[in-house]
């Protein structure tokens, strides 16, 4: 019975995984549409808008509250706004394979910020965990730099940024945890995100053309109402009710997920270099899996 419980839970977490690595290439096709601060003001706008619609027919529509509002903006900010402008940004330079790899690299930055910042005392393993990430992203983006290729290589550092604001927000949500953030958050989370995107998108690229086009709406409707409303809901029910190992174990397939559909739509090719920065960082989950094993410790994307 619990095994059956157990992958009654994994199951939708594991839908919505494969949503999250679908939406590589999708944002990728999106960009022949609209700008990348266009394409991320409109994901999070439609997200806001179906969520409120959803919340407020079960019922369950209400503001933040005071100590969850510093947590909103964070998630809002961090892991939604500036990481999905960078990572649409790069997007333009780098293969939606790649780019979600290198993104989804948190572990670089979340493991030593949680030493220089929340004081956690980590183990051998965590530092090792931390030691082949590094590694891993060094393969990845050393292509960039021999021969040197100015495009790529700002495209890879904005990827690296993405992640870090990502991982920023990490620590801040693990440095408060004893306020939970649910899925009646995510209308704010959303619409909040989706303001400085609008406004920076329409100072830079104008007033939203793209909305006349109707190849850009079933782009819109997959990253926003299905890869960010639905996704988070979910994303934020499993995790509460899975092991943190189950739930980074399940974050790394994003990146495979993300690759194996770039190479069939855009014929990404699975370089000796790609498939070993992939392997070294999924060591590095191993690695940081088994010392959450010993002594847990929460290291999972929010």
């Known amino acids: 019975m619990i095994r059956q419980s157990t992958l009654r839970n994994f199951l939708p977490l594991a839908g919505a995984v494969m949503i999250w690595g679908g939406n590589w290439p999708v944002m990728k096709l999106g960009l022949a549409h609209m700008s990348p601060l266009w394409l991320a003001a409109s994901r999070f706008g439609s997200a806001a808008l179906i969520s409120v619609l959803v919340l407020a027919l079960l019922g369950r529509l209400r503001l933040p509250t005071r100590q969850e509002w510093p947590l909103v903006l964070g998630v809002a900010l961090l892991q939604m706004g500036a990481f999905t402008a960078l990572a649409l940004w790069a997007l333009q330079y780098v293969a939606p394979g790649r780019a979600s790899v290198i993104a989804y690299a948190t572990s670089i930055w979340v493991i030593p910020l949680s030493s220089l910042v929340l004081k956690e005392r980590l183990s051998a393993a965590q530092w090792l965990a931390t030691g082949l990430s590094y590694a891993g992203i060094g393969v990845i983006v050393a292509p960039a730099f021999s021969p040197w290729q100015a495009q790529a290589a700002v495209g890879l550092l904005m990827l690296l940024g993405a992640s870090f604001a990502w991982a920023c927000n990490i620590i801040q949500l693990r ?95 699975i370089s000796p270099d ?6 070294l960082i999924a060591l590095s989950v191993a690695a940081s899996a088994a010392a959450r094993l010993k002594r847990p410790l929460a290291l999972r994307p929010s």
Not at 194 to 222: N, Q
Not at 274 to 279: Q, S
């Open 175 to 269: 440095g408060r945890r004893h306020v939970r953030l649910g899925a009646d958050m995510i209308p704010w989370q959303t619409a909040i995100a989706t303001v400085p995107l609008a406004a920076l998108a329409w100072l830079r690229d104008g007033a939203p053309a793209f909305l006349a086009v109707p190849d850009a709406w079933p782009v819109i409707l997959y990253t926003g109402p299905l890869a960010t409303a639905l996704t988070f809901i979910v994303v934020l029910g499993m995790t509460q009710k899975l092991p943190p190992v189950a739930t980074s174990i399940a974050m790394l397939c994003v990146p495979v997920i993300g690759l194996v559909v770039s190479s069939v739509v855009f014929h990404e090719r």
């Open 274 to 279: 790609l498939a070993l920065g992939l392997g």
